[in-house]
Structures are given as structure tokens and as C-alpha cells.
């Protein structure tokens, strides 16, 4: 067991983000039960859950002539539009069947405002607006947080830089993440983890 200032995140382990999905990943079943094993060795387990409402401004499908993976741009910045996924109650937006959810103590949903994506566990994408992930680790006495998960160029870095900026100390297992790497997004990624002064073990 590591030790009780240490928290386990995982990002986003759904179905829409698995082989068959929607935007899926290649590979992303295979971290499952990695994560499954690592589950018992925190304290503090927090799972992350895309959720996202149909009329969702990140999908491609709500701007007429637009298509999946082109860029536009948002109030908040550039924005990916991709094919629609883990709208809510769907069984795309389900975690799993093969992850074990019984040992979190939190789930974290994110995406569910129409106007704005959330890559982050901890900050919509306007990096302003909190989830409340944040407060939550605080009052546990997390300081370390490890994450693991889908994908790891997209949500998972962007959840593990939010975490190094607020002062935790950040790990991703990139062994248990498996990236979309659109465009060279994973060399990016990484590249941005690694000056952050994020942990990137196997």
C-alpha cells in the first residue's frame, strides 16, 4: 500500500474510448487490468467519466460542414471537434464492463457543460472553471497524485499538468494509458509533461 498522501487517478476508462467505441483507442482495453491491480494499492482512488450532453459544442456533428478532428475555434481557445461520444446515460458513456469501479470513492464527471469541452480531471478547458477535484484531494491530504488511463495525449496529460500547476505531485504510468495521437499530439505531450516536472514511468 502506498502511502495515505497518495491518490490514484483514472481517467476516462469508457466504453466510447475502447475498441468498438466511438472514439475509440487503440489498445485502450488493454491497460484494464493493470489499473484493476493498481486499485488496491491506494488509498485514495478517484475515477474520471466524460459526460457529455448531446448538443455538446466539442462534436463535430453540431457544426454543419464541419468534420471530426478538424480545429476551431471556441471563446476558450482552439478546440478539437470530434465524432460525438460519451453522451450521458448512453452505454458509450458507461465505464467498462471489465473496470472495477467498487473501490472509488469519487467519480468525476466532466463535459457535462454544453458550451465548453473538460480534457482536465481538474479544470474545464478554459482552465478556470473547477471540477472540485482539487478540494476533494486537499481535504484527503492527497499531495501525490498518479494517473492512468485514456488518452494519454488528450485528458490524461492535460489532468496530470493541471495537477503539477496546483502543487501535487504528478505521475502518469504511461504503461496503463494508451494515446490517440493525433497529429504527433502524444510526442507533444509528453514533451510538455516532462518541463512540467510530471513523472513519466513505464
Known amino acids: 500500500m502506498n502511502a495515505a498522501t497518495e491518490a490514484l487517478i483514472v481517467?476516462?476508462?469508457?466504453?466510447?474510448?475502447?475498441?468498438?467505441?466511438?472514439?475509440?483507442?487503440?489498445?485502450?482495453?488493454?491497460?484494464?487490468?493493470?489499473?484493476n491491480a493498481l486499485m488496491g494499492d491506494f488509498a485514495t482512488v478517484v475515477?474520471?467519466?466524460?459526460?457529455?450532453?448531446?448538443?455538446?459544442?466539442?462534436?463535430?456533428?453540431?457544426?454543419?460542414?464541419?468534420?471530426?478532428?478538424?480545429?476551431?475555434q471556441m471563446p476558450y481557445g482552439p478546440?478539437?471537434?470530434?465524432?460525438?461520444?460519451?453522451?450521458?446515460?448512453?452505454?458509450g458513456a458507461a465505464f467498462h464492463s471489465a473496470l472495477r469501479t467498487d473501490p472509488a470513492q469519487l467519480i468525476v464527471r466532466k463535459g457535462f457543460r454544453p458550451?465548453?469541452?473538460?480534457?482536465?480531471?481538474?479544470?474545464?478547458?478554459?482552465?478556470?472553471t473547477p471540477t472540485g477535484l482539487e478540494g476533494y484531494l486537499r481535504s484527503r491530504g492527497v499531495t501525490s497524485a498518479t494517473f492512468v488511463g485514456l488518452a494519454t495525449d488528450y485528458c490524461v496529460a492535460y489532468s496530470a499538468l493541471d495537477a503539477a500547476r496546483l502543487g501535487f505531485k504528478a505521475t502518469?504510468?504511461?504503461?496503463?494509458?494508451?494515446?490517440?495521437?493525433?497529429?504527433?499530439?502524444?510526442?507533444?505531450?509528453?514533451?510538455?509533461?516532462?518541463?512540467?516536472g510530471v513523472t513519466l514511468e513505464a
Open 172 to 196: 502518469v504510468l504511461m504503461g496503463a494509458c494508451r494515446a490517440i495521437d493525433l497529429n504527433g499530439s502524444l510526442a507533444e505531450a509528453e514533451t510538455k509533461l516532462r518541463a512540467a
Open 11 to 35: 481517467i476516462d476508462v469508457q466504453n466510447d474510448f475502447c475498441p468498438g467505441g466511438a472514439l475509440a483507442v487503440a489498445g485502450g482495453d488493454e491497460i484494464i487490468g493493470r489499473i
Open 79 to 91: 478546440q478539437v471537434l470530434w465524432p460525438t461520444h460519451c453522451v450521458q446515460g448512453t452505454v
Open 47 to 72: 475515477l474520471t467519466q466524460d459526460w457529455h450532453p448531446a448538443t455538446h459544442a466539442s462534436f463535430a456533428a453540431n457544426h454543419p460542414g464541419a468534420a471530426a478532428f478538424s480545429l476551431t
Open 115 to 128: 458550451e465548453i469541452d473538460s480534457y482536465s480531471a481538474f479544470f474545464e478547458n478554459d482552465q478556470t
